[in-house]
């Protein structure tokens, strides 16, 4: 059979705190990890204020609306890590 996407999702989150140093500890990276792998996935279209999108055509992940005028506008917290967590199934 053909290889091709069977599922896409797109999480993102903003409430961890940096990390302490330039270097992330194995600590902080589980931390960010948790936090944005708790949250839902957003929908893959530009639907605002869902702030992320996938376009099938040019296999292309927009993150806020800088070139997707669909997407949410991002507003990233100051002190904070902001992290994109995307999951690709492939057959």
Known sequence: PPCGLVRFTIKVD???NKCAVTTCTALEEAAIFAAV??????TDAADGPDVASY????????VGNGNV???GQ????A???YVVQFTVQVQ
């Not at 792998?37 to 957003?42: E, P, V, W």
């Not at 376009?55 to 927009?62: E, F, K, S, W």
């Not at 991002?74 to 917290?77: G, H, P, S, T």
């Open 55 to 62: 376009t099938v055509g040019t296999t292309t992940i927009d």
């Open 69 to 71: 005028g669909g997407n």
């Open 79 to 81: 002190d904070k890590v």
């Open 14 to 16: 903003n409430t961890v």
């Open 74 to 77: 991002v507003n990233i917290a």
């Open 37 to 42: 792998d708790d949250n839902t996935a957003l």
